[in-house]
């Protein structure tokens, strides 16, 4: 027992250094920044339209959108709504579907596991670091956002879906959880691009193969006829972060999205396992 | 060749184990809700008595609504609130296309009864309710705090105002399982048989089956069944079966309930700063039913007013000519019958006369067209 421990400690700092040289790879790469610059311009893109017009009527538009122009707090809200259905998963998709795939186009794969790392670790240290992303691509999104709003447009207490008001510190933290729930959802597609990522060494394939998996989700989860498969699908929960905005909070929704996205980790990730750890390495 | 053929075995075992341990998970968790309960034996009168006695003044909890009455999902049609589902349309994305038109108040009406719901309801005695229907991206309030009656909107941002006087019961009840089981046992007559079935679970509560079988034959309702809590009394679910239909036609039910106090904050509701507030007036609804009834009597013309025809479960409003209009997108899905236009849903039959009347009842075609033709 004492040897194991003994053994796992400097495994685990190896692990951990893996993990930190990966991360500081993704983010060192122009890609990351131009697939995050490109989030941002979606509120800035808001703001700025939102701004130079007489500004919308209610109903129209994404919703919140017309609260804009009175509170800059909700650009970000706003932005991140439109950023759901395609933009975030764009992005997550080219990223988690690069993780293995990538690697292996380049020829770097190999080297990767002569060190001594496990395969299961190497699949583990690649996940963690396309759910960095989520969060970085999230928060970028609700930051600018915020930045945005508070430049251009007055801010003040926050109007709840409740008819509530809150304070700016308390409409922040809102926000905030909005991003940790955004988060949330995109785990089971990062766990898909992972999968996806394993069984191909051309990135570009796994990358559309993800991003055509949210879609395809999206579009079932809108037909009236397939309703019985709804609860399973990955998309399932993605609006379901205006529950943050009620009051009181209503946190069903995050629950059973959590228990949805683990799910899809739990299976897709073991499937990643299962192709990855025994995959021919070539290139 | 046996190694490499286990091994390859092998590595697709955390697959396998990973997809049968989230399976049966999903197909274990339902059931494990409804594990058998046993509540002390009552008669179906004893538990009409303990709902009458119902020992549940304060609590909250989350209601799911949906019904199946046969009707195209009119939030659709109508462009009403709260008729985009959650999961986003493919490209454009959480946008609510709104076409920028008012949603009539018949539409909204008839959304909030035909589609499915999700709602949060808060009681605080008799005089403090609170009902938050959790649309996606938007919600409906209704608050009552002892006089003041308010009625919120997240999208078009706008509230309603009413005092109501005496503290009078508010018009128009909410669709919550309580109130709606009120409805049908305030229906209970000799025409009504009353049953208890077997004990159950709702809402991590023990509940009797209170099942109501309507005796009459014309009437499209074939049972009421109402959950009541078997400590509290409290209904905590109501589900209306239609005549050959195995599928609820409609129900109400808690899935969570708390008896505790909710939070004073909840009722106390001043509308948020930008948003149109309409004063309501209650009295304007009494002083035109006054008006009305002096009409009434002045004109001696009962044939004016609705009448009600039958009782019970075979009871047929008859409209005269002219008195109401039935919003257009429903007479979209009107078919042609003897004797006019009919429609018909799983629960309701609606009759428009050639001669322009409306009948309409929980009851067959053949009733409606005999009480047409009978006056």
């Not at chain 1, 510190?169 to 905030?176: D, W």
Request: charged share 15%.
């Amino acid at each position: 027992m004492s040897s194991s421990t003994a053994v796992s400690a400097p495994r685990k700092s190896a692990g951990g250094r893996f993990l930190a040289s990966e991360l500081s790879v993704l983010f060192r790469r122009r890609r990351t920044w131009a697939l995050l610059a490109a989030l941002a311009a979606i509120p800035v893109l808001i703001a700025v339209a939102v701004r130079l017009s007489s500004g919308p009527s209610p109903g129209r538009g994404p919703a919140f959108l017309d609260q804009v122009s009175q509170n800059g707090l909700f650009v970000a809200v706003v932005a991140t709504i439109v950023a759901i259905p395609l933009f975030l998963p764009l992005t997550v998709g080219v990223v988690a579907g690069d993780t293995v795939a990538g690697e292996a186009s380049t020829g770097t794969l190999r080297y990767l596991l002569m060190s001594p790392v496990a395969r299961g670790r190497l699949l583990a240290v690649k996940y963690v670091g396309a759910v960095v992303f989520c969060l970085a691509a999230t928060f970028t999104v609700a930051i600018v956002g915020t930045l945005m709003g508070a430049l251009l447009f007055p801010t003040g207490p926050v109007t709840l879906l409740s008819g509530t008001s809150i304070g700016v510190p308390e409409a922040l933290l809102r926000i905030a959880l909005v991003c940790l729930y955004v988060t949330l959802s995109l785990l089971g597609l990062c766990a898909v691009g992972l999968f996806m990522s394993t069984l191909t060494d051309v990135p570009v394939g796994a990358m559309a193969a993800t991003v055509v998996a949210s879609v395809v989700s999206q579009v079932v989860g809108q037909l009236p006829q397939l309703e019985w498969i709804h609860p399973w699908l990955l998309t399932q929960y993605w609006l379901g972060f205006a529950d943050l905005l009620r009051d009181p909070i209503v946190w069903d929704s995050f629950a059973a999205n959590a228990l949805l996205q683990a799910g899809y980790v739990v299976v897709f990730g073991a499937l990643a396992y299962g192709r990855f750890s025994t995959k021919d390495v070539l290139a | 060749m046996t190694r490499t053929g286990r091994k390859s075995w092998r590595q697709w075992t955390p697959a396998v184990v990973a997809a049968g341990a989230v399976g049966a998970a999903a197909l274990v968790a339902p059931f494990s809700a409804n594990a058998a309960v046993d509540l002390p034996d009552k008669t179906a009168a004893e538990v009409l008595a303990l709902v009458q006695e119902k020992d549940a003044d304060a609590f909250y909890g989350t209601v799911e609504q949906s019904s199946n009455l046969g009707l195209p999902d009119l939030s659709a049609l109508g462009g009403a609130a709260g008729g985009m589902s959650p999961g986003g349309s493919g490209t454009t994305g959480g946008t609510t296309n709104d076409d920028g038109g008012e949603p009539s108040p018949a539409s909204a009406a008839l959304e909030l009864i035909t589609g499915s719901h999700t709602a949060q309801v808060f009681v605080n005695g008799p005089h403090q309710a609170r009902l938050q229907v959790l649309d996606p991206l938007e919600e409906r309030n209704v608050i009552r705090n002892g006089d003041d009656l308010w009625y919120y909107n997240s999208d078009e941002n706008e509230a309603f105002h009413a005092t109501l006087e005496d503290h009078e019961k508010p018009d128009g009840a909410t669709s919550a399982p309580n109130d709606v089981a009120a409805h049908f046992l305030e229906k209970i007559d000799p025409s009504t048989e009353v049953t208890v079935g077997s004990d159950r679970m709702v809402a991590g509560r023990a509940v009797y089956d209170l099942v109501l079988t309507p005796r009459s034959t014309e009437t499209l309702v074939s049972s009421v069944r109402i959950a009541v809590d078997g400590e509290t009394g409290l209904p905590l679910g109501v589900t209306v079966a239609a005549a050959g239909s195995t599928d609820p036609a409609f129900s109400s039910t808690f899935t969570e309930i708390n008896y505790e106090e909710p939070s004073a904050e909840l009722f106390a509701f001043t509308p948020p700063e930008g948003a149109a507030v309409t004063e309501v007036d209650p009295g304007d609804h009494k002083a035109e039913h006054q008006r009305e009834h002096q009409r009434e009597h002045t004109d001696k013309e009962a044939a004016e007013k609705p009448t009600v025809v039958g009782e019970g479960w075979d009871a047929v409003v008859v409209v005269p000519a002219g008195q109401q209009e039935i919003p257009a997108e429903l007479m979209q899905l009107s078919t042609a019958v003897d004797g006019g236009q009919l429609l018909s849903t799983a629960l309701v039959n609606v009759l428009i006369t050639d001669d322009g009347r409306i009948l309409a009842g929980s009851v067959t075609v053949e009733r409606l067209q005999a009480v047409a033709s009978g006056q």
